[in-house]
């Protein structure tokens, strides 16, 4: 159900009339979804608006006369609409594009199906479905200085406080020395919530940070050095068999589940492509299922942000039931409160709070 009526109603914004023909077949296929208008760039989809009220956008990057970063902008300074980024440009030099959409407000960015399925739209028939009924239930908001989060490097004063840090020895030892690890899981919506808590997190030399972010494995490097810029933290790509070390924080790969497992030279990362959990991969609960494994449950501290389905929950429970600290964000921040409110329903979450106490909280538990 959209908050206009029964009917989703959606407005595509693609160049390319085959992907504006088909996807328009493909998802009148879908109950409840209706597609109101097409548009051939930017310029033609702000025309339209004067004269169609879209619950949901589906829209392209690169279109002539105005390309969809900039349909964003105009779009914010009219009439926020929940809009769904689905793209070609899925290469990691791509990525600027991708984390800019976001700071503008986009509510997810879909690929499209490349090489021999580029013809075959129907394989994200289901995604599309998930995006576009979560997308409808959203208040967009107004992207400013009150929204507006720090998705770009920080200023060159604010690195050179953080640079004594990052480069002190204590920022080195091996994952067997950790006093705590911090595990945190988000999807739709978990960039900006990712980058708010890291952003405001201070420097606790014995801390090991876990990220496990639903995204295309073509900009999770993309966006560990983001990260890396915002936060008094060292931050990176996880790679397959590195042992973790304090002052870090590991992201985990698109399209692998990340694992952790004990050895002699301290707490390994795993990275595979086992199953699809809750249809995801990474999966949150698989990677903290394994860390409760081999680290001491009472110094874990696992926080779930902002996102679609359940993952997460379960792994979060386990945490609770196991001694460890549980967090998620609460219903008035979190742009989707789905993988959240899962972990409130479960009794999984010790503490529930908004997006900009999370740190608060995390700072004064890593204080002792």
Same mark, same amino acid.
Not at 28 to 44: F, K, T
Not at 80 to 109: M, S
Not at 142 to 156: D, F, H, R
């Given at each position: 159900?959209?908050?206009?009526?029964?009917?989703?109603?959606?407005?595509?914004?693609?160049?390319?009339?085959?992907?504006?023909?088909?996807?328009?077949?493909?998802?009148?296929?879908?109950?409840?979804?209706?597609?109101?208008?097409?548009?051939?760039?930017?310029?033609?989809?702000?025309?339209?608006?004067?004269?169609?009220?879209?619950?949901?956008?589906?829209?392209?990057?690169?279109?002539?006369?105005?390309?969809?970063?900039?349909?964003?902008?105009?779009?914010?300074?009219?009439?926020?609409?929940?809009?769904?980024?689905?793209?070609?440009?899925?290469?990691?030099?791509?990525?600027?594009?991708?984390?800019?959409?976001?700071?503008?407000?986009?509510?997810?960015?879909?690929?499209?199906?490349?090489?021999?399925?580029?013809?075959?739209?129907?394989?994200?028939?289901?995604?599309?479905?998930?995006?576009?009924?979560?997308?409808?239930?959203?208040? $967009?908001? =107004?992207? @400013?200085?009150?929204? &507006?989060?720090?998705?770009?490097?920080? #200023? /060159?004063? %604010?690195?050179?406080?953080?640079?004594?840090?990052?480069?002190?020895?204590?920022?080195?030892?091996?994952?067997?020395?950790?006093?705590?690890?911090?595990?945190?899981?988000?999807?739709?919506?978990?960039?900006?919530?990712?980058?708010?808590?890291?952003?405001?997190?201070?420097?606790?030399?014995?801390?090991?940070?876990?990220?496990?972010?639903?995204?295309?494995?073509?900009?999770?490097?993309?966006?560990?050095?983001?990260?890396?810029?915002?936060?008094?933290?060292?931050?990176?790509?996880?790679?397959?068999?590195?042992?973790?070390?304090?002052?870090?924080?590991?992201?985990?790969?698109?399209?692998?589940?990340?694992?952790?497992?004990?050895?002699?030279?301290?707490?390994?990362?795993?990275?595979?492509?086992? $199953?699809? =959990?809750? @249809?995801?991969?990474? &999966?949150?609960?698989?990677?903290?299922? #394994? /860390?409760? %494994?081999?680290?001491?449950?009472?110094?874990?501290?696992?926080?779930?942000?902002?996102?679609?389905?359940?993952?997460?929950?379960?792994?979060?429970?386990?945490?609770?039931?196991?001694?460890?600290?549980?967090?998620?964000?609460?219903?008035?921040?979190?742009?989707?409160?789905?993988?959240?409110?899962?972990?409130?329903?479960?009794?999984?979450?010790?503490?529930?709070?908004?997006?900009?106490?999370?740190?608060?909280?995390?700072?004064?538990?890593?204080?002792?």
């Amino acid at each position: 159900m959209s908050k206009s009526g029964s009917e989703i109603k959606v407005l595509v914004v693609d160049d390319s009339v085959f992907f504006r023909t088909n996807i328009t077949k493909i998802l009148e296929e879908i109950p409840d979804i209706r597609i109101i208008g097409s548009a051939r760039n930017g310029l033609d989809a702000l025309e339209k608006l004067d004269r169609i009220k879209p619950d949901v956008i589906l829209l392209d990057f690169f279109m002539p006369k105005m390309d969809g970063l900039e349909f964003l902008k105009k779009l914010n300074e009219r009439s926020p609409t929940p809009t769904i980024i689905i793209t070609g440009a899925d290469k990691e030099e791509y990525a600027d594009l991708y984390f800019e959409a976001l700071r503008l407000g986009a509510f997810d960015i879909i690929t499209k199906p490349q090489g021999g399925d580029a013809l075959n739209l129907s394989k994200i028939k289901n995604v599309l479905n998930d995006r576009i009924r979560f997308a409808a239930k959203v208040t $967009p908001h =107004v992207i @400013g200085e009150s929204t &507006s989060l720090n998705l770009s490097p920080l #200023s /060159a004063k %604010k690195a050179e406080i953080a640079s004594y840090e990052k480069d002190s020895r204590t920022s080195n030892k091996l994952s067997k020395q950790m006093d705590y690890l911090l595990i945190i899981g988000a999807s739709a919506g978990g960039p900006k919530a990712v980058f708010q808590v890291l952003s405001q997190l201070q420097y606790i030399p014995g801390l090991t940070i876990c990220v496990v972010q639903h995204m295309p494995e073509e900009f999770t490097k993309s966006f560990a050095q983001r990260i890396d810029s915002s936060s008094k933290y060292k931050a990176k790509e996880a790679e397959d068999g590195e042992i973790l070390r304090t002052g870090w924080v590991y992201v985990a790969r698109g399209n692998h589940h990340m694992e952790l497992h004990d050895s002699e030279e301290g707490f390994s990362i795993e990275l595979n492509q086992k $199953p699809r =959990v809750h @249809g995801c991969r990474p &999966s949150i609960d698989i990677f903290m299922k #394994s /860390a409760l %494994k081999v680290f001491d449950p009472r110094r874990v501290v696992g926080v779930i942000l902002t996102g679609m389905g359940d993952d997460g929950a379960a792994g979060l429970l386990l945490i609770k039931e196991s001694g460890g600290t549980t967090i998620s964000q609460d219903k008035e921040t979190a742009e989707i409160w789905g993988m959240p409110r899962k972990a409130w329903e479960l009794g999984a979450s010790q503490h529930v709070l908004p997006i900009n106490e999370i740190s608060i909280k995390l700072n004064s538990i890593f204080k002792y």
